[in-house]
């Protein structure tokens, strides 16, 4: 009898939850598919009187919003690959590769997790416009090459790598690039998903540089395009939560594709850290 | 030795990568907040001064900052320790024993972290709409006034925190089920045996064992929220009455709407040395606590 | 030999072919790309301009980038640092001496004087705010100045049938509106994060908000403060709501409600008003010229408004004129306006029917006779944002007037001390620039 009260209760606390918590998502695609002025009305409507797809016709069509996407993608699979490669590489060394200054070195980097990414900003721009990168993807990649939580938990996943396995590599000749590349990474493959997955999710989702960095429309991406879009059509519920599921969608998609590894890789790296 | 060289290589790219283009920004912005880099300094170098603290003086003295840093310490201090709990008592709820599809509310509960923070700060606008919103509508189901959320000076921290809260907490609370399920089982076994109820087995085992993960999801969301930005930036532009004015915002408000450079820099220094000063706090705080229950 | 006489005169048609064939693909290279930014609607709108400019210049192509206006000054100073600037772009114009300041806009009293229609067709108090030290640094696009918005039938209902011409009619208007429509409505909306109203009752009443050549401020000075006494005064008799720019989500939602029936605002709410107000109240609503503290109507307002520059480090400045006249002139400012609602800045403009005829318009016109500008200056903005902040916290009840305009001062001659320190060592930009 108490293990259905308590069950009741558990079950019941979390279903509300996950209600509560799925609520405004629900809404945001329900208003981006009912007709205009339809999200405004009292009583608040949740489900649509009738589905339509006209917002989505003019963000695609009249607002450009498939530039917006194609930057976002773009940009989000460039920072990803690149600093994969780079954390991936100084993750490994400086878990299984000993040289002189590594440990203070790694201390050092977890020093500067501290510092918020927007004491930097300002003079990051002045350095990229004297490179001649304002307004170009670059602009945005180079600042996301390289991070030092990438590092952090590439290391931390790499410490696990058994010595033995790469001392027999070396024994029999290899080198230490090729050691990397197809003993090191593979092994780390969980990690790399995650980070991967988190690096992926982080670019799509960055707000603040892409809006300084990006001057011209061709190149904002989805959440600097959402921002002016707001600015300009405030009075157009429908159309702003039609724009925010796009904005939204890829991400959820690719994070709901690949969560058991993500999810796992939070896990793990946590466990250790 | 060709394994050192090699070494040196391999964290080359990504060292030379953080040096250039975070920790010297981060540099030259110390450098700036010594000077008064203003527009007129845009237009020609010599309209720079070198004015040493006088930044730091006018910070200091303007009402703005200590709105700003009262406003972001009430998100910290109350909506943090908010967040955490959230995630804790989901986390615990979710790992209880008799609970199945734990990876579907897991999902559920995860969904807002994967968002894009842009996206659900409109659709945010809207639920907290004081006529047609979600939010005041069921308010008024149950019986309660209606809230100006956005619009009232005294309701849009909380309605900011309440957003913030809604989405962090999947995040901390994966990392706090990844705690749970790192306890080992046979402690909670020997406990039952030994005749403990529930609310004993958490106070004894599960909130000891928890100890390291809850100091490391602390010390992560203090940092995150200390640098509160882009949720005033987009809901409310730091109003009503700078009710939401936060540190980050002001800063961002200083550096690109006024290209005032050097008080800019000068705020933002100002506030990683607070979130150093916190962490460190927070650590040492642990290690005396730590220290005292291992003499016991 | 006559075969190798042929086969030479073929050979040198077929180079003189090539060389023409080249020529002619030296003649017409690819059109230039002009890039201008627009605003807000203006942006979306003028889009529709630009095929027939590309059709009587078939050598240039526009392409324009819409800006949101909360997102536009940063954009443009970051764009001005960044090396990333438009050709041309439209700019509020008390924004023009921060650009002035800069550097970054090109003096226009050549192209201006060499233009059909010269500069005097243009407002004259419009003009005004486009030129510093006597050099003008952009061309007026349209103007904006700020009057009453009513609604004709509740005023009616409240005695009134004619809109109030002085100060004392309109408060006493107001009064009754306010009896008229109860506790839970108003008579006037004034948000907070506008800087107008207060600062337009202020120079009515004459006030210079700055002294000293712009150099210190002089909010203590009597018209100013009892210009603010009147706008608190306001708040305190619940002829205005507290409210936020947040809290008033749908204005025309209100406006038609009766939530509030006086609003002071500009050119552009009489197309949205047109366009966005239900049924129920098309035909209800009306426009006056503000009202004036004494007998002397219309009482002034500020001379707004958006204008074009061009960018001074722009390589293709004949093409930015070229366009920038095209927008001006009367006949694609009559077009624009026939879009947007935004008021033509050139008077003969006016002469046309469209505008002629509209009794909303005509309200514009009149009150365009009479305007003020605010200091031109770069730190008006922060000035006015200043100003926001203060006359909120004493509507809030914060701080007591006094202590706002003593606050106010004290912020304002710290933002202007650099302003006295360029001063002081003659390296002030308007100087620089007249002498150039």
Redesign the interface.
């Known amino acids: 009898m108490k293990?259905c009260v308590?069950?009741a209760f558990?079950?019941g606390?979390?279903g509300t939850?996950?209600a509560a918590?799925?609520?405004?998502?629900l809404?945001?695609v329900s208003?981006s598919l009912m007709p205009a002025g339809e999200?405004?009305?009292?009583?608040?409507r949740f489900w649509p009187s009738t589905v339509t797809f006209a917002h989505y016709g003019v963000l695609f069509s009249r607002l450009n919003v498939g530039r917006y996407v194609f930057n976002s993608a773009m940009l989000a699979v460039a920072v990803t690959l690149i600093s994969l490669l780079?954390?991936s590489?100084?993750g490994?060394?400086?878990a299984k590769?000993?040289?002189?200054g590594?440990d203070g070195?790694f201390r050092l980097?977890l020093g500067?997790?501290?510092?918020?990414?927007?004491?930097?900003?300002?003079?990051?721009?002045?350095?990229?416009?004297q490179m001649?990168l304002?307004?170009t993807y670059w602009g945005v990649i180079?600042?996301g090459?390289?991070?030092?939580f990438g590092?952090f938990l590439v290391r931390q996943y790499a410490l696990s790598i058994p010595d033995s396995l790469l001392d027999a590599a070396r024994v029999d000749g290899a080198?230490?690039?090729r050691i990397?590349w197809s003993l090191a990474l593979p092994a780390c493959r969980p990690i790399l998903v995650t980070l991967g997955l988190f690096t992926f999710?982080g670019t799509?989702?960055d707000?603040?540089w892409p809006?300084?960095?990006l001057?011209?429309?061709d190149l904002y991406t989805?959440?600097v395009a959402?921002?002016?879009l707001?600015?300009?059509h405030?009075?157009d519920?429908e159309l702003?939560?039609a724009?925010?599921?796009l904005?939204?969608l890829p991400?959820?998609v690719v994070?709901?594709a690949l969560?058991r590894y993500y999810?796992q890789g939070?896990?793990?790296g946590?466990?250790k850290? | 030795m060709?394994?050192?060289r090699?070494?040196?290589g391999?964290?080359a790219?990504?060292?030379a990568?953080?040096a250039v283009?975070?920790?010297?920004?981060?540099a030259?912005?110390v450098l700036?907040s010594l000077t008064d880099f203003d527009i007129y300094a845009v237009a020609d170098r010599r309209n720079l001064r070198v004015v040493g603290a006088a930044n730091y003086v006018q910070l200091l003295r303007d009402p703005l900052f200590w709105v700003a840093l009262r406003n972001t310490g009430y998100f910290v201090l109350v909506g943090g320790p908010l967040s955490v709990a959230a995630s804790l008592a989901?986390a615990l709820?979710?790992d209880?024993k008799?609970?199945r599809a734990k990876g579907v509310?897991?999902?559920?509960?995860?969904?807002?972290v994967?968002?894009?923070?842009?996206?659900?700060a409109?659709?945010?606008r809207?639920?907290y709409h004081p006529?047609?919103?979600?939010l005041n509508?069921g308010l008024s189901l149950l019986g309660l006034a209606a809230v100006d959320w956005l619009g009232d000076p005294r309701w849009a921290m909380p309605a900011i925190m309440l957003m913030a809260v809604?989405k962090n907490f999947?995040f901390n609370m994966?990392?706090f089920?990844?705690?749970l399920?790192?306890i080992p089982e046979r402690l909670y076994e020997a406990a039952r045996i030994d005749g403990a109820g529930g609310w004993q087995q958490l106070r004894h085992i599960t909130v000891p064992g928890l100890a390291p993960?809850f100091l490391?999801v602390a010390v992560m969301t203090l940092?995150g929220y200390?640098?509160l930005?882009?949720e005033p930036?987009?809901m409310t532009q730091g109003g009503p009455a700078h009710s939401t004015l936060s540190v980050?915002l002001l800063?961002?408000e200083h550096?690109?709407r006024w290209w005032n450079?050097g008080y800019?820099?000068a705020v933002?220094?100002v506030?990683?040395a607070i979130?150093?000063g916190l962490?460190l706090l927070t650590l040492r705080l642990r290690a005396a606590g730590a220290g005292g229950e291992d003499s016991r | 030999m006559p075969g190798a006489r042929r086969r030479w005169a073929r050979f040198r048609r077929m180079g003189v072919g090539v060389l023409s064939l080249a020529a002619l693909g030296c003649r017409s290279p690819a059109p230039a790309v002009l890039e201008f930014w627009a605003m807000?609607?203006e942006g979306?709108v003028v889009q529709q301009l630009v095929p027939e400019f590309e059709r009587r210049a078939p050598e240039v192509r526009v392409r324009v980038?819409?800006?949101?206006?909360?997102?536009a000054h940063e954009?443009l100073l970051?764009?001005y640092?960044?090396?990333?600037m438009p050709d041309l772009f439209q700019v509020g114009n008390t924004w023009i001496p921060e650009f002035v300041a800069l550097g970054a806009i090109e003096p226009l009293d050549g192209c201006l004087a060499a233009s059909a229609g010269g500069v005097a067709d243009y407002f004259p108090g419009i003009l005004d705010t486009n030129r510093l030290g006597g050099v003008t640094y952009a061309v007026p696009w349209y103007v904006d100045t700020r009057l009453l918005f009513y609604r004709t039938d509740i005023l009616a209902q409240a005695g009134y049938t004619q809109p109030p011409r002085t100060w004392e009619a309109w408060l006493d208007a107001m009064g009754r509106v306010k009896a008229l429509v109860g506790p839970a409505n108003y008579a006037i909306l004034l948000p907070f994060s506008e800087w107008q109203p207060p600062v337009i009752l202020a120079l009515q009443l004459g006030a210079e908000l700055l002294r000293d050549n712009d150099q210190y401020g002089n909010f203590r000075s009597a018209p100013v403060r009892r210009a603010l006494a009147l706008y608190l005064d306001l708040f305190e008799r619940q002829l205005a709501p507290r409210a936020g720019d947040a809290q008033v989500?749908?204005v025309y939602h209100d406006f038609a409600s009766g939530f509030f029936s006086f609003y002071i605002t500009g050119p552009w709410n009489i197309g949205e008003f047109s366009r966005?107000l239900p049924a129920s109240v098309a035909g209800r609503w009306a426009t006056a010229p503000l009202p004036a503290p004494d007998a002397d109507w219309p009482g002034a307002s500020l001379a707004g408004g958006a204008s074009v520059a061009i960018f001074r480090g722009s390589a293709r400045k004949d093409m930015a004129w070229r366009f920038a006249e095209y927008l001006t002139e009367p006949a694609q400012q009559l077009a624009f306006y026939r879009l947007t609602g935004d008021l033509p800045s050139r008077m003969s403009a006016w002469q046309d029917p469209s505008l002629a005829d509209n009794r909303y318009a005509q309200a514009f016109w009149a009150q365009l006779q009479r305007l003020r500008s605010t200091p031109k200056i770069p730190e008006w903005e922060r000035i006015a944002s200043t100003v926001v902040r203060y006359t909120e916290a004493a509507v809030r009840g914060r701080l007591t007037l006094d202590e706002a305009l003593a606050a106010l001062d004290r912020d304002v001659d710290a933002i202007l001390e650099k302003r006295r320190w360029l001063l002081q060592r003659g390296r002030l930009p308007e100087r620089r620039h007249a002498g150039s």
Do not use: H
């Open positions: 293990r308590q069950a558990i079950y606390a979390l939850g996950a918590t799925v609520l405004p998502l809404w945001m208003a999200a405004n009305l009292l009583p608040p780079l954390n590489m100084a490994y060394a400086f590769l000993r040289f002189r590594r070195t980097l500067a997790l501290v510092i918020p990414g927007q004491v930097g900003m300002l003079p990051l721009f002045l350095l990229l416009k001649g304002v307004n180079i600042p090459m390289a991070s030092v590092i080198g230490e690039l990397y999710m799509w989702n707000f603040l809006l300084v960095v001057t011209g429309r989805l959440p959402l921002a002016n707001v600015g300009e405030v009075q519920t702003m939560m724009g925010a599921v904005t939204v991400v959820v994070f709901m969560q999810i939070i896990l793990s946590s466990i850290g | 060709t394994r050192q090699a070494a040196y391999f964290v790219p990504a060292l990568a953080i283009f975070f920790l010297l920004p981060v030259a912005s700036l989901v709820f979710i209880a008799l609970v509310f897991r999902t559920i509960f995860f969904l807002p994967a968002t894009t923070l842009v996206a659900v409109v659709v945010w809207y639920v006529r047609v919103g979600l509508y809604w999947g994966v990392i089920i990844a705690g399920q790192s993960t490391f940092i200390c640098q930005f882009a930036y987009v980050v800063m961002y550096g690109f450079l800019a820099a933002a220094f506030l990683f979130i150093l962490t | 807000g609607r979306e980038q819409q800006i949101p206006w909360s997102a954009k970051t764009a640092v960044g090396d990333a989500a749908n966005r």
